[in-house]
């Protein structure tokens, strides 16, 4: 009974990260239509901003690293995918490039800090780890879930309540027309993907403290929010998190009897299912 | 504002859409441009509002001359269109749809949650006139298809530009909703705007048009008055030979 609690908690928790990758994910894919790979080094370049800060106070370190994901994120769409949109680059040209992107960002980190993991400072050191019904959970843990549902909460806001986030529907929905009606298509896409980088780098920073940080660590996440965005339905922002956690419930009790090495397997299989039986992800958004 | 073409070419793999067409549109009236099924009159306005590329020739938009438009420069070139099969924003309300575009554009005060008053009573008076304000709240994706159309044109009417293309924007609209769209094509034209009409219904031509355009196959075939172009035997052969 314990054992069950505690991969209810284990998948609540994998859920929310998975979340935070998918939200920035399908906002980046509804506006731009292409897989945007790099999304995943997002996560890397906010978790290494905070240990590069590390001397700093957690105020400070902590929104450095988000707005440090962010701003490569609006970066690199103003310098790489905007001029690829404009030469009317296919999607999987631009797939390609942010794999590029990717890599070398990677490399990058890992030339400057080292292919080793780093721990980031101590978050909540004097916090106890909690038990509820026989499971445990740490303040990390509580700050992951709470972290996903306020990001998950305030995108939603913003896509409708705000006129920026109407914008946004609009290229989402009908990029031609968009532009026609004077909508600044471009400028509004350097702003999503730094939303969108942003809410990765969040993920980051939060994987960084409950575990450690390491150059590598993007792909995993960056896999696991497309997966959690594809079975939820593409570009839809509720879809996205209902995936994060089918898929981290899955993962979690999949491996009930068996070893752990098989999660990443599970994962995968549930995505082939997915694409065989529902393509369009549980919520269609047509 | 006036609008020319001069030997303007469009080509999707050797069909010729638009083929070495010169026309020139005046404001202040309404020019209707019809033809028959894949004439090219589709094409042409796409071609204008940067929806295509241009193959060859030029677009004159007052006394500027251009030889590419690109589609965010439209708005800019003072030029406003529907569509023939109309596009709409589906998931969005009404009235988001126009204040979408009567919104300033700059990140800081787009964050605020809502419009202006002035956008507000601007997309009020709008949705008022094309017959909309009961359904502001509504999807455009729950509008039936003329509701979609009297959305599209009141989109029009919100960008406020010179230049209006309208693409078949009665077909599939109920006879009170022609009416409704009738007189905001007459208002159009007595503020002075260059108003393009794309319509089969000749009737509504008559109506409505000071002067027309007959294409055929990308080809200018005949321009005038309607009652005389209309008459011409030519143009009645087109028509009769679809
Ligand atoms: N995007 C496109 N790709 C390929 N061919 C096209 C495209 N758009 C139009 N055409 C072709 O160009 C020709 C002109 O089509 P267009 O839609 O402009 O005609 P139209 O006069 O608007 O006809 P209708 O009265 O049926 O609306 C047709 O042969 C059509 O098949
Ligand atoms: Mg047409």
Redesign the pocket.
Known sequence: MDFVVQLTINSIIAGSIYTLMALGFNLTYGATKFFNLAHGVMATIAGYTVFYFSSQPLYISIPAGIFAAGLVGYVLDRTIYSPLRKRKASNMVLLVASLGVFTALESLIALKFSSQHQSLPEIFASVPTFNLFGGSFTAIHLLIVASAAVCALGLHALLKYTLFGKAINAVSDDEEVSKIVGINTNRLMGQVFFVGSAIAGVAGILVGFDTVIIPIMGMPLLLKGIIAAIIGGLGSLWGGVLGAFLLGFVENFGIWHISGEWKDVIAFGLLILFLIFRPQGILKKS | MSLKTKNLEKH??G?H?VDHLSIEIKPGVITGIL??????????I?VISGI?PIDGGEIAIGSQTFSSIKRHEVPDFDITRTF?NVRVFEQMTVMDNLLVILSSRSVLTSLRQRATPKQLDRAQEVLKKVGLWEKRNSLASKLSYGQRKLLEVGRVLAMDKKINLFD?PFAGMFPEMVKRVSGILQNLKQCGKTIVL?E?NMQLIRELCDYVIV?DA?KLLAQGEPEKVLAQKNVIEAYLGE
């Open positions: 999707f793999d069909v859409a033809g028959p099924n894949g004439s090219g009159k589709t094409t042409l796409n295509h023939q078949e794309i089969h294409m990308g």
